[in-house]
C-alpha cells in the first residue's frame, strides 16, 4: 500500500491535485449535458432530426464507456499524470473540431473525442485519491469529486444556455476547448505519479481475471448501474417531456426542476461518502440510500395531486439518496487488491455509464409500445398511463440495488489499509 504525504506541504500539494483532478471531472460533466441546450441550434445548423442528433450526442457515451477498462488498466500501469494531461488536450482537440464542424460526421468525430479524452476524468480523480490522500478518507474525497462534477452538470444547463443565446453555440463549444487547454497545463502541473508497488505483481490479464472474477465487484457494479441510472435516463433525457406532458409544466420550469436531483447529487455524495468512513461501514449507508432513492422516485411518479414544491423535494430527495453510488467504488475498490484499484474502478464505471446507455432506449422502447396513437404538432404525445408503464422500471431498478447492497460483504476497514497504517 503507498503511503500518504505526512507534511503540510505535501499535504498541500496533495490536495491540490486532487482539486485540479475534480475539477476536471467537472468539466467532463458539464460537457456530457452540453448539448441538451443547443438542440434547436444543432438541428437547424446540420438540418437533421431528433434520432441524428441523438445519436450525434451520444458519441459522447459511446467513447467513454468504451474506454474506462483499459483506461483503469493503463492507470494502474503509467499513473495519472501523462494520460490526464493528454485526455485533457484530447478535448481540447475535439472541442475544437465539433465547434468547426460543418457536416454531422465531422461533428459526431468531435464528441467521440471529447468522450474519449472526458473519461479519463472520474478514474483518474479516483486515482489520485488513492496514492495521494488518506485512505480513511477515501469515501470522503470521492463523494466530494462526485458533488463537483454535479456542478458541472448544473453549470451546464442554465449558465451554459446563457452563453449559447448570447454568442452562439460555435463560440460557446470553442470556449469549452479554451477551457481544457487550461485543464491541459495545470493536470500536467499539479499532478504528479506514484507507482503502486503491488501493480507490479500482476500482469495486465491476470489484473483484470482478479477483478472481474470477484462476485463482490459486480455486485458494487450492479448497485452502481441502478443509482446511476434514474439521473442519466430521467433527469438526462424523459423527466422534462413527462414534467411537460403530465403535470403541465413549461419547459424552463420542467428543466429547473429536474437539475435539483443533480442538487441533491452535489449535497448527498460528500455527506454520505464522509458518513461512511465516520461509521466505517459501507453496507447502511449503501442500503440506506438506495431505499431512499427507490421510496423517493415511487412517491414522485405514482402519488397522485402532489403540488410542484412537493414534486421537487422528492426529486432532490431521491439525488441524496441515489449519491450513495461513490460506495460501489469504494467497496469495489476495498474487495480488491491494492495495485488493481483503477481498473476496479474502470470495471465500475463502465456499469456506471452503460445504465444510461441501456435506459434511455428502453424506456422510449417502452413508451412507443404504450403510445396509444396521439400526436402534438406532429409528435408522438405519451399518456400519463404509458409514461407510468415506463417509468417502473426506475424505481424497481433502486430496489434491485437496495439488495445488491445487503448481499454484498462489509468492507471496511480493508486488511490491506490497516496494515499500512
Same mark, same amino acid.
Given at each position: ?69 483499459? =483506461? ?42 471529447? #468522450?474519449?479524452?472526458? *473519461?479519463?476524468? /472520474? =478514474?483518474?480523480?479516483?486515482? &489520485? ?13 470521492? #463523494? ?9 452538470? =448544473? ?13 452562439? /453555440?460555435?463560440?460557446?463549444?470553442? *470556449? ?20 503502486? $508497488? ?39 433525457? /424523459? ?25 441533491? /447529487? ?18 447502511? &449507508? ?132 490497516? $496494515?499500512?497504517?
Amino acid at each position: 500500500m503507498t503511503s500518504t504525504p505526512t507534511s503540510s506541504a505535501g499535504r498541500g500539494r496533495a490536495l491540490a491535485a486532487w482539486l485540479i483532478a475534480a475539477l476536471f471531472f467537472f468539466y467532463a460533466f458539464l460537457q456530457r449535458v452540453s448539448p441538451s441546450v443547443m438542440v434547436e441550434e444543432l438541428m437547424r445548423d446540420f438540418a437533421v432530426g431528433a434520432a441524428v442528433l441523438g445519436h450525434l450526442s451520444a458519441f459522447y457515451f459511446y467513447a467513454y464507456a468504451g474506454l474506462q477498462i483499459p =483506461i483503469g488498466v493503463l492507470l494502474d500501469r503509467l499513473g495519472p499524470r501523462r494520460l490526464t494531461t493528454a485526455a485533457a488536450a484530447l478535448c481540447a482537440v475535439g472541442s475544437l473540431i465539433f465547434a468547426i464542424a460543418d457536416s454531422v460526421a465531422l461533428a459526431s468525430l468531435g464528441r467521440f473525442l471529447i #468522450g474519449a479524452g472526458a *473519461a479519463f476524468s /472520474w =478514474i483518474g480523480a479516483l486515482t &489520485v485519491i488513492t496514492q495521494w490522500l488518506p485512505p480513511q478518507r477515501f469515501a470522503l474525497m470521492g #463523494g466530494l469529486t462526485q458533488a463537483i462534477g454535479m456542478l458541472g452538470a =448544473i453549470f451546464g444547463q442554465a449558465p451554459l444556455a446563457l452563453a449559447v443565446g448570447s454568442v452562439g /453555440w460555435r463560440l460557446s463549444v470553442m *470556449a469549452l476547448a479554451g477551457l481544457a487547454v487550461a485543464f491541459t497545463l495545470a493536470l500536467w502541473l499539479a499532478i504528479r505519479d506514484r507507482p503502486h $508497488k503491488a501493480t507490479a505483481s500482476f500482469g495486465i490479464g491476470e489484473g483484470l481475471r482478479r477483478v472481474a472474477g470477484n462476485p463482490q465487484t459486480w455486485l458494487a457494479a450492479l448497485f452502481g448501474m441502478t443509482m446511476t441510472g434514474p439521473m442519466l435516463a430521467f433527469a438526462g433525457l /424523459w423527466g422534462v417531456p413527462w414534467l411537460t406532458t403530465v403535470h403541465g409544466m413549461d419547459r424552463a420550469s420542467a428543466a429547473a426542476t429536474l437539475s435539483l436531483m443533480f442538487v441533491g /447529487w452535489a449535497i448527498g455524495a460528500p455527506l454520505l461518502g464522509g458518513l461512511s468512513d465516520r461509521w466505517r461501514r459501507r453496507k447502511p &449507508v449503501m442500503a440506506g440510500g438506495s431505499l431512499l432513492a427507490g421510496l423517493a422516485l415511487a412517491a414522485l411518479l405514482y402519488l397522485p395531486g402532489l403540488s410542484p414544491a412537493a414534486m421537487a423535494a422528492l426529486i432532490a430527495a431521491h439525488g441524496f439518496g441515489a449519491s450513495c453510488m461513490v460506495l460501489a467504488f469504494v467497496s469495489a475498490r476495498e474487495h480488491n487488491p491494492d495495485g488493481l484499484s483503477s481498473s476496479t474502478y474502470g470495471v465500475i464505471n463502465t456499469a456506471v455509464i452503460a445504465s444510461g446507455a441501456l435506459l434511455q432506449p428502453l424506456l422510449g422502447l417502452l413508451l412507443d409500445l404504450n403510445w396509444d396513437g396521439s400526436l402534438a404538432a406532429g409528435t408522438r404525445a405519451y399518456s400519463e398511463a404509458a409514461y407510468g408503464l415506463a417509468f417502473a422500471v426506475l424505481p424497481v431498478g433502486c430496489m434491485v440495488g437496495t439488495l445488491a447492497a445487503l448481499l454484498a460483504r462489509e468492507s471496511y476497514p480493508h486488511p490491506l489499509i490497516e $496494515k499500512a497504517r
